[in-house]
């Protein structure tokens, strides 16, 4: 009874979510500081893909954990 | 009534989980990670020589050969680059998209992270910046291969910057003064130990964490592709066809801007832990 593949299945597809719910939130607030002040909007466009990229980053932590449970 | 209808599921589940066990799907990895050969897959198959010395690996491998190609790619170009400022101030050609991006990592990244000092760390900076770039980019040519997919070569990038870091902030603040420095004041002395073992910490997991993004966004990347195409021959059909290649094209152009989005970050957050490193201001 190897369960592995489906740890490896379950525990990315519980990481997308968590990360998809982060980053949409960051988004979401991108948008509307943008548009309540569009001078500023270069600026928070650059610091928004710098925390969407490292939200994204834990979620790769998990995805690699699943990769090496995938691969065992 | 006289067909039994109580194991047709089951039936359907045991041949198709069947059929997907059949499949071999060793290609994804093999496409993936690194190989001791050149693979031009119909044209032929270009060996690469192993030497062992004093019982380490050390043979080149296809990762080896990449980052060597990115290493020339970037000599030649930035020579060409240097010489055409000799002949004059005003950037033509490759000097002008060059110099687009050395002022971009000068002004937008190094600047505001590192502060006054920003210029000693400003080779460094842009070294890695091209380097991860040049890397990124071979690997998204056919029968190119990404060196920075490899976790030897982002972890031994992130070492590099680890190193960067601390002296950079021994030099500035002197070596004991440096790690009186990591600690804010006005804290209760009894928060003392743990905030020492927690920013000693922070001190290793900051280059470990640039080491796994690089290497798990490359990655993850390649085998996102070759899994969206891959399910054209596991599935052994024609009509996945219409859906599986424009997606994999999209997921082809969002690469380029990851490659190029991952460089930017690994050099920002080395600059920011520079800058950490040398103002602290706590």
Redo the contacts between chains.
Sequence with gaps: MDFAHLAAGFGAALTVIGGAFGIGKLASSAMEASGRQPEAAGDIRTSMIIAAALIESISLFALVICILLALK | MWINNSNIVTDTVKTAVEVIKKQDTSWI?HHVLDARELDFSPFGVIHLPQIHLFGIDISITKHVIFMWLAVVILIVTFFIVARSYKKSLIPRGITNLTEVFIVFVRD?IARPTIGKGNEIFLPYLLTAFFFILTCNFLGLIPYGSTATSNIAVTATLATISFVVIQVGGMMKNGFFGYFKGMIPHGIPIWLLPIMFVVEILGLFTKPF?LA??L???M??GH?VILALLGLIIILHTYIIVPVSIPFALFIYLLEIFFSL??AY?FT?LSSLFIGMAVHQEH
Aim: glycine share 0%; net charge neutral.
């Design positions: 990895m937008e964490a796994i993004r290497f798990a966004n990655t993850a085998i989005l991952q970050i920002m």
